[in-house]
């Protein structure tokens, strides 16, 4: 069963990957997050023209990292989607974002670990963008700008607010990701 707009059913499907993040079954979301199986993300970070971070809270009901800060919208592939083609589409459903005139430039691939929730993670930077956004109430439960720096103290200071994969990200890959967002 396909998700609804923005929501999630634990019996949608995914793809399972191997370690080289090559499909080899479907198995649905329950089973996916229950045995820890290969699976498939993207995140899109936002930025204005000064540099700051959207970042969004999950909602209290998600399956992982409930009420964690997390990268701008994020979401699973659908099996047999791509990951370009799942970053507009989460866009859509968790921001309200349309608009496919500004190009997703993408940065870092994760791999597949604990941190991220056992997902292969294709992260996207976008902007300078401002919105307005249409912020999804059973996916985000607030939405917020912040500078480098305060993600900085929220990552170091905090960790256990953040998303395992915004955590990594951020920690692994902060230079190249600022260095991205002032191309």
């Not at 970053?87 to 993408?106: I, K, Q, T, V």
């Not at 597949?112 to 294709?122: L, N, R």
């Not at 401002?130 to 996916?139: A, I, M, N, V």
């Amino acid at each position: 069963m396909k998700r609804s707009t923005g929501g999630f059913t634990p019996d949608e499907l995914f793809d399972v990957v191997d370690r080289n993040d090559a499909v080899i079954g479907q198995a649905t979301r329950a089973e996916v997050h229950a045995k820890g199986l290969l699976h498939r993300a993207v995140h899109v970070m936002i930025h204005d023209a000064t540099g700051r971070l959207f970042l969004q809270k999950r909602s209290l009901l998600k399956d992982t990292f409930p009420g964690c800060w997390d990268s701008s919208c994020s979401g699973h592939l659908d099996t047999g989607e791509d990951y370009a083609t799942a970053a507009r589409r989460e866009l859509g459903e968790e921001l309200g974002w349309h608009d496919a005139s500004l190009s997703l430039r993408p940065v870092v691939n994760l791999s597949a670990c604990p941190e991220t929730g056992h997902e292969f993670i294709q992260i996207y930077v976008m902007g300078p963008l401002t919105g307005p956004f249409q912020l999804h109430p059973e996916e985000i439960i607030e939405g917020r700008w912040v500078s480098p720096g305060e993600l900085d103290a929220l990552v170091e200071k905090n960790p256990e607010q953040v998303a395992g994969a915004l955590r990594l990200w951020w920690r692994q890959d902060r230079a190249a990701a600022i260095a991205v967002i002032a191309a």
